[in-house]
Each structure stands twice: as C-alpha cells, then as structure tokens.
C-alpha cells in the first residue's frame, strides 16, 4: 500500500520522524498539547502545517507503539486490495481539497471520505477497483457530460477514473461546493 505521507517532508519540510522530534521537544514544555486537537492546532499555527498533514502527524505521533488510529484503518480497509491502485487518485483529491482552506475537515467513514466545512461538501467514495465517485453538494447547478446527477448524499458526482482527471475543471467544482458550504 502506497505511503499516504510520501510527499510529507516536499510539502511541509519534514519527514515524520523528524516531526515527531520537533513534538518531542515541545510536549515536554507545553502542557497544552496533550490533546490531539492541542497538538493539531499547534502544528497549524506554530509551524504552518496544512489541516490534513497536521491532522495526520498528531495521529501519528500519538498512536507510535499503539494500534493504528481507527481512522487510519477506516481509509485502509476501503483501498484495501483491488482498490489499491486508487490511492494516488485519492492522495490527489485530498490534496485538492486541503489547497481549498485551513477549515477542511476530513472526516473517514466506512464507505467512504466526507469532506467537511461547516458541512459536508464532498465526499470520496472507491466505487469499484476502477474508479473514485467524487460526490459535490452543488445544489441547483447544471449537470454535464462528466458533472453528473448525485443522490441523496451530495446533488452531484464525478466518476474519477485516473489522475488526470483531476483537473481544473473538477478542481473547479470542488471549490465551488467547498465555497457554497
């Protein structure tokens, strides 16, 4: 399975175990990071670290000698086998995402990725070995060839088959339904 932090020290400057020395430095004499959220925040503002790399550092450097955190096996049993080819598309939408503001929450559910801000605006979800469906809450916006009818969860979906289709176009839409939630 491909290493959900391989682009870590590209974009944040670090590797993980040398995050894990700048908290141990830290913890110690802050006694206000012992809280996920505390150490999330931190890593934020201390250090400018986007929401999702920040958010899995903490993960990370809490859970060192425990189980995996249940959102880690969440997003692992669902690219898990045949659908492990997905992760680079996934890693991609995430990534895109995340660009959009500090305020994106990723929130792993059993079938699938919510993508919140005050609510959910996307969600990923590995439809089958071959594709991504890319749910968008764009209410009221016209359907295309490619920007199709939703469901119930989100009023449109996206069918993402390879990593060039995440272009600007979809890119687009998700800033769209990241800006109208």
């Known amino acids: 399975m491909s290493d959900p932090f391989q682009n870590l020290q590209e974009k944040t400057g670090r590797t993980m175990p040398e995050w894990f020395a700048v908290l141990d430095k830290a ?4 006694i ?16 400018g670290v986007s929401h999702g790399f920040a958010n899995g550092i903490a993960l990370q450097y809490r859970a060192r000698g425990t189980a ?9 049993a669902q690219y898990a086998g045949p659908k492990e080819s997905l992760i680079p598309i996934r890693d991609a939408l995430l990534a895109a995402a995340e660009s959009l503001g500090d305020d994106v929450q990723i929130a792993p559910k059993k079938s699938g990725i919510s993508l919140r801000r005050k609510t959910q605006f996307a969600l990923l979800e590995a439809a089958s070995a ?12 016209p359907t295309t060839e490619r920007l199709l009818v939703g469901n119930a969860m989100c009023s449109h979906r996206v069918n993402v088959t390879q990593l060039a289709d995440v272009d600007d176009e979809l890119r ?3 800033a769209e339904a990241y800006a109208r939630n």
């Not at 071959?130 to 916006?141: C, E, P």
Request: proline residues 7%; charged residues 25%.
């Open 27 to 30: 913890v110690p004499n802050n």
């Open 68 to 76: 995996p955190a249940p959102d880690d096996d969440l997003i692992a």
């Open 32 to 47: 206000g990071l012992g809280k996920h959220s505390e150490v999330l925040a931190w890593l934020k503002r201390e250090h």
């Open 130 to 141: 071959q594709r991504i469906q890319l749910g968008l809450q764009l209410r009221d916006h």
């Open 172 to 174: 687009g839409w998700l």
